[in-house]
Structures are given as structure tokens and as C-alpha cells.
């Protein structure tokens, strides 16, 4: 950490560029652009001063208003006036803090957006500065432009895909996130008016004593059993088979791979949403089982309807959809594991249990640690395989949550289904919270992720 | 040692072994065929009283084609074919121009930018999505034209962030080459666009696939921005939706049809693709 710090060490830094530049570089800060200006770099300094014209224009119009109403989410409630002329009732339009809330969140980041050239003006002021104090001429715009395709080429590249990260994932997580703090819910009717209420959400989430706590933590056990058991049924059985598989005693071992990989093929949805289909209790399967005369006429498996069944069922149409991944992942690994050691351990007089317990496991976590953990924090958040098959059921009567909804189903029943926004938020908050803790640990253990930098 | 000269215990194993791999590829192919099955099936209905249909016919794929009264087949198509091709080149120039960047440039926030995408993806995906519908919803953009652009926005805008296997094929591309080009006077520009572009064409193509089959295979966000606006459906919606109970009994068999249309196409590409998901999964230290 310290030796990157080192290497990319500039001798522009914005405290030294503030304690060591003229009033010249200091007034930048204020007027964006100064700097370049009287360095006769223009058109960056218009650029510069053009945009702090604009924002400043924006902030006096809407901006300071917005940020003032975000503090309160707005007091107004829509009104019914008498209307005498008409004689009818006419709605007044009242304040909808969703609206606030999102413009508040937008203005914040404008704001943030503002620091952020200041800095800029700041530093390229400091530049120009030290140009000239060593004789040089400040670059020219050309000649920055040209710097962006060759040592700036990094902030041509990355300025889009970052933007849009920005603008499609990280401001709408703070939007969202920023509604755990709020009773944006259907309950007590604060769909259009709402407050803040500070973290009073996350008390009543992780209490054992409300019903909402119960719910939550029997959801969050629910989520890291499946997890667990479905990362590494998949794992194992995928290891397991793939060594089958690769058996030098097998025939035709690409024909029996492909039957597998067939199923990674197909969309995920249609091949879960098939198994649901033949899963019911008229479905294909219960239908086989009576030709056959495993069941009598009428009966049928509870496959979805009763909560063990249910449970086994989505983890084994989880080993159904994920082992042939596992397969595919680990072929070429397993025939790159040393032969010696096989025959070392022949040697010494291990039996197959052991050499794949002691031998074959720890050389394939070792070289598949990082993607285990994509694995298991994909689990966490795997909407599809339980939203398709048994969409969360078995579900008690008097509870949101079903028996397998898993943190993210239960998240997209409360809010789309149901409107608890705020409960949605914390949820999804608490399942980051779940993942990161979870990935920290693993990542701590692994140390792979360290020698991002070594084979260079 | 040739089959027939094993001793006769290994005979049975070796033979038991190949049931028992026929067994498993069974049971892991049998809804593939069910589907197959279902979407010939001559009687209508959700459930059918036997595992094989009794009648075969091709009325279900030209139901498809020709019955627009609840569902318009071929409107969700070219839907889904419009938001796939453009998110796609959208995608792509992103995710290629962020793995380029980290993993050939060195620049001083690069571990910083690796980081935040890490911790971004620990959040559900799901989360933003509801959030991003809900913001267009505001603005009025969840019916109507502006739909489209709303899925683009959401497919392609965070694309960013999935760079990993773009990246672990440029790590493996010799450094010394970049070094050559310097030295005879390229800039990173011209380093990048006349050396390292045309020897990744692969996971170009990769990238190109792969995310145009997004839209295809992804039926979650879809669904929730297209809501109840049947003209905006993608296919995967579209299927979807026919299985909801008011639809199940008329249009089971024609689901099974779509289903196995979509199928062909993705399961093709993915076919061809799957050498690199195999080299970025397996290779997963880099």
C-alpha cells in the first residue's frame, strides 16, 4: 500500500498546491479557472468558469432550495379546496418527499461534483504556476488533449464506464439506501409524505422480540444455510463428477460432458421455470411417478407446499443448474494437479477417500478460492432459482416471508409487491452487510487476492 | 489394455460406472426433452396426464407467430433484439475500455477503482434496479417509448463494473509488447488501438456475445420496468407471463415453443463462447 502510494507520488498535491501557491492559486478555489486564465491556458479556463457559472445558477434557482427541503422531506400535505365558482372539490398538490428525496440526492451530488473541480482549478493553477517558475511554458490545450490519449489515457477510458456507473448504479443505491433511514411504507399511509426516522428501521429489524425481527432473522438464516449448502453441494458434486468424468476407464468422455454442459446453455429462467412446471403437483414428475406406480392416482410430492420438501427441493434444483458450472470450471484444473503427488500418496498407502481429501480438495481450493466466493455471494443473491421455482412458499399466514425466500426475494416482495420501501432498504442493506463480512473473512483466508500484481 | 481382456470385477465396475453416468446425464437432460416434448404436444392444457404426449403437432410454434390477441411473439422479439444490440456495443466499449485501463495502465487510483467496483458488487443488483425504476417512474419514462431506453440505460449504464474476464485475458497478453511500441515512439493510444485491439479480437467477441445475450437470458428487471406495457415486453417477460394462471392452459405449449426458440440461438453462443468462461473461471488468479 505504501509503495504504490510512493511510486505514483507527484509533487502536485492539493495541501501542498494551498500552502505553497501565489493568491493566484488560492483564488482558484473561489473563481474556477482563475489560475488558467491569467496563465493563458483559455480555453480550460472558460471551460472552468463557465461550469461554476452554471452550477452556481443552478444552486440559487433549485439547489439551496432543494437541499432545504430535503432536511424536513417536505410538510405540505395534499389539500381538498372547496372550490365556490365550480363548486367541486379541487385537489391541491402537496409536497412528495420521493421527489425531494431524489432531488436532495441529486443536488448533493452536484455538490460533491463542485468540490471536485475546485480541486481541479486548484491543482492546475499550481501546475501552471511551477511551469513558469522553472522557465517552462504551461501546456497548451492541445497538448493536454494529446496527454489524454497517451499519459492521461487511463481518464479517457475510464471517464464513461464511470460516469454511468455512477448515474445507473451508485446514485440509485444511495436513493435506496437513503430510504432505510426514512417510513417510506405503506403502512400508516406514507406513500406521499414521509420523514426521516433515523435508524429506528434497523431497531425494529434486528430485534428478536417484533415480528419483523423473527421474520428477518429466521430469512437471514434461511439465506447463509442455502448459501453454504448451495455453494458447496455444487462444489463438491462438481469436483466429484468432473473426476468421474475424467476416470481413464470412461468412454467417450466429451459426449458425457456435453449432456452436462447442455444445461448451462439454456437461459436460466426457461430451464427453472420448466422445472417448476413438471415439479407441481400435477406436473411431469408426479405424473411419471404414478405411470410408473410410485404413487397411487391421486397423491402427489409436496414439492413447493411443504417446507422440508421445499427447502431439499431448491437446493437440489440448485445442484441441478450449478454442477455442470462446476464441471466446466474445474476439468482443465483437475488434469493440471501434479501426477507425482497421486503417486507419492499410492505410495504411502492412501486410499481414494484420502488422496481426494487431502490432495485433490485443498490444491483445487487453493486455485479456485476467488471464484467460490463470487459463487457464495451470487448464492446470497439468487433471485432466480428460489423467485422461479418456489417463490419463497411455503408461506405462514400472519408473515411476509416465506419458508424459502432467501434476503433478496423477500426485499423484492416487500417492495414491488408491497410497498415497504423502508424495510426494503434496510434489507438490503443488511444482505451487503451479510456479503461483506462474509467476503472479508473468506478473502482474509484465501490471500490469493494479494498476488493480484505477481505473476508480472 | 483393451476392455475385453479386463478380469471380470473390473468389467462390472467399469460397466456400472458408464449406467450410472447415463443415469445423471438423464436426469439432467430430462426437462430439456420434456420441453422439447411439451412444445410438440398436439393437446392443449398445462398438465398432461402423461409423461409423453400422445399427439405431436406445430401448432404451438405457429400460435406464436400468427396468435397476437394476448401475446405478440414477434413484437417481443424485435424488442428484445433493439435493447440487446444497442446495450450491447454500449457494454462492450465500456467493459473493454475499463479492463484495458486496469489491467495495462498503471495509473495512482487504480487499486482504489478496483476496490469501490468490488464493494459495488456486493450489493444486490436488485437494489439499484428498484431504485432506478422507481426515478424513471418519477420522470414518467416507465410507459411509453422511453422504456426502451430505460432498459438500455439499466443493462448497459453499470456495465462497468463486470470487467474481471476482460481483464484476465489483457493481463496475459506479454507486457514487452507495449514496451516495444513505446520505445518506437506509439503513444498508449496508439499502443492500445494497433497492438493490443486487433490480438483481442476473442474476448471482443466474447464480450459482444455475451452481452447481447444479457438481455435474452435476463428476465428480472425487465419485468419490473415493463410492468403492465405488453407492447415494451422482452421475451423472457413475454414467457414469463405466460404462465400466469389466467394464460397457463391456452398458451403452456406455446411457452414450451418460445422456450425452445430462444434456446437454440443462446445455447449456440454460448457453445462458442465457452472456452473463455472456462479459461477466466478456471484461471481464476490474476
Not at chain 1, 425494529?204 to 455453494?231: C, D, E, H, Q, R
Not at chain 1, 421445499?310 to 484444473?333: D, E, F, H, K, M
Request: proline share 3%.
Amino acid at each position: 500500500m505504501k509503495a504504490r502510494k510512493e511510486a505514483f507520488q507527484t509533487e502536485y498535491s492539493f495541501s501542498r498546491a494551498i500552502k505553497e501557491g501565489s493568491a493566484v492559486v488560492k483564488l482558484s478555489a473561489v473563481i474556477l479557472g482563475l489560475g488558467c486564465l491569467v496563465r493563458k491556458q483559455l480555453v480550460k479556463g472558460f471551460m472552468l468558469l463557465f461550469t461554476e457559472i452554471l452550477i452556481i445558477a443552478f444552486m440559487l434557482r433549485e439547489g439551496i432550495f432543494n437541499l432545504k427541503k430535503l432536511i424536513t422531506l417536505g410538510e405540505v400535505e395534499q389539500q381538498k379546496v372547496w372550490n365556490e365558482a365550480k363548486s367541486i372539490y379541487e385537489y391541491v398538490e402537496g409536497d412528495r418527499s420521493l421527489i425531494i428525496l431524489l432531488y436532495g440526492i441529486i443536488t448533493l451530488a452536484i455538490v460533491l461534483c463542485t468540490l471536485i473541480l475546485v480541486r481541479i482549478s486548484v491543482m492546475n493553477a499550481f501546475r501552471a504556476e511551477k511551469c513558469v517558475k522553472n522557465g517552462k511554458k504551461p501546456p497548451s490545450f492541445y497538448e493536454e488533449v494529446r496527454e489524454l490519449f497517451d499519459k492521461n489515457l487511463h481518464k479517457t477510458l475510464l471517464f464513461l464506464p464511470i460516469a454511468g456507473v455512477l448515474i445507473f448504479t451508485v446514485l440509485p443505491l444511495i436513493f435506496m439506501m437513503s430510504m432505510a433511514f426514512t417510513n417510506y411504507s405503506v403502512e400508516n399511509s406514507k406513500l406521499v409524505l414521509f420523514d426521516w426516522v433515523g435508524l429506528r428501521n434497523f431497531k425494529n429489524m434486528i430485534s428478536f422480540g417484533g415480528s419483523l425481527g423473527k421474520t428477518f432473522w429466521s430469512v437471514l438464516g434461511w439465506t447463509l444455510v442455502w448459501a453454504v449448502a448451495a455453494t458447496f453441494s455444487n462444489y463438491i458434486l462438481g469436483i466429484l463428477l468432473a473426476m468421474f468424468i475424467n476416470w481413464k476407464e470412461i468412454r467417450w468422455q466429451k459426449f458425457w460432458r456435453f449432456c452436462f454442459v447442455l444445461t448451462v446453455a439454456i437461459p436460466h429462467f426457461v430451464s427453472l421455470l420448466i422445472i417448476r412446471q413438471m415439479l407441481q403437483p400435477e406436473g411431469a414428475v408426479n405424473i411419471l411417478l404414478r405411470n410408473i406406480g410410485f404413487l397411487g392416482a391421486k397423491e402427489s410430492l409436496p414439492f413447493f407446499t411443504d417446507v422440508t420438501w421445499a427447502r431439499v427441493s431448491v437446493i437440489l434444483i440448485n445442484i441441478w443448474v450449478g454442477v455442470p458450472y462446476t464441471l466446466l470450471q474445474v476439468t482443465g484444473i483437475l488434469q493440471n494437479i501434479p501426477g507425482e503427488l497421486y503417486d507419492a500418496a499410492k505410495v504411502d498407502g492412501a486410499g481414494p477417500f484420502m488422496t481426494f481429501r487431502k490432495i485433490t480438495l485443498p490444491y483445487m481450493l487453493f486455485v479456485t478460492m476467488p471464484s467460490l466466493i463470487t459463487t457464495f455471494t451470487g448464492n446470497v443473491n439468487n433471485f432466480n432459482v428460489i423467485f422461479l421455482t418456489s417463490r419463497g412458499f411455503p408461506r405462514a399466514v400472519e408473515s411476509t416471508a416465506g419458508k424459502t425466500d432467501l434476503l433478496i426475494t423477500w426485499l423484492y416482495k416487500l417492495t414491488i409487491e408491497n410497498q415497504y420501501f423502508d424495510i426494503g432498504a434496510v434489507i438490503g442493506i443488511m444482505t451487503f452487510v451479510t456479503l461483506s463480512i462474509a467476503s472479508l473473512i473468506s478473502f482474509r483466508l484465501s490471500g490469493s487476492y494479494k498476488n493480484e500484481e505477481g505473476f508480472r | 489394455m483393451k476392455f475385453r481382456k479386463y478380469p471380470f470385477k473390473k468389467k462390472v465396475l467399469v460397466t456400472l460406472a458408464h449406467v450410472f453416468l447415463a443415469v445423471l446425464a438423464f436426469i439432467w437432460l430430462v426437462p430439456i426433452f420434456w420441453v422439447i416434448l411439451t412444445s410438440f404436444r398436439g393437446t392443449k392444457g398445462s398438465y398432461s396426464s402423461t409423461f409423453i404426449p400422445t399427439s405431436f403437432t406445430l401448432d404451438n410454434y405457429k400460435k406464436l407467430f400468427t396468435d397476437f390477441s394476448v401475446f405478440n411473439f414477434p413484437q417481443m422479439l424485435v424488442n428484445t433484439f433493439l435493447i440487446a444490440i444497442i446495450s450491447c456495443l454500449i457494454s462492450t466499449f465500456f467493459v473493454i475500455s475499463v479492463a484495458f485501463a486496469l489491467s495495462r495502465l498503471r495509473f495512482r487510483s487504480r487499486k482504489t477503482i478496483m476496490d469501490a467496483a468490488m464493494i459495488i458488487k456486493l450489493f444486490p443488483g436488485f437494489m439499484s434496479m428498484i431504485a432506478v425504476y422507481y426515478i424513471f417512474k418519477m420522470f414518467g419514462w416507465t410507459n411509453g417509448p422511453m422504456l426502451r431506453v430505460a432498459m438500455i440505460a439499466v443493462y448497459a449504464g453499470g456495465a462497468g463494473t463486470g470487467y474481471h474476464i476482460a481483464k484476465g485475458f489483457f493481463d496475459t497478453i506479454p507486457y514487452a509488447l507495449d514496451e516495444a511500441a513505446l520505445l518506437d515512439g506509439a503513444n498508449k493510444w496508439l499502443t492500445m488501438t494497433k497492438i493490443i485491439m486487433p490480438l483481442s479480437k476473442p474476448i471482443i467477441v466474447y464480450t459482444l456475445l455475451t452481452s447481447f445475450a444479457g438481455p435474452f437470458k435476463d428476465f428480472m428487471l425487465a419485468k419490473v420496468l415493463a410492468g403492465p406495457n405488453k407492447e415494451y415486453y422482452t421475451v423472457a417477460v413475454g414467457l414469463y407471463q405466460m404462465l400466469d394462471i389466467e394464460y397457463i392452459d391456452q398458451w403452456f405449449c406455446s411457452f414450451a415453443a418460445g422456450a425452445v426458440i430462444i434456446s437454440i440461438p443462446i445455447a449456440i453462443l454460448f457453445l462458442k463462447t465457452q472456452k473463455y468462461y472456462v479459461e477466466s473461471v478456471s484461471g481464476a488468479i490474476k
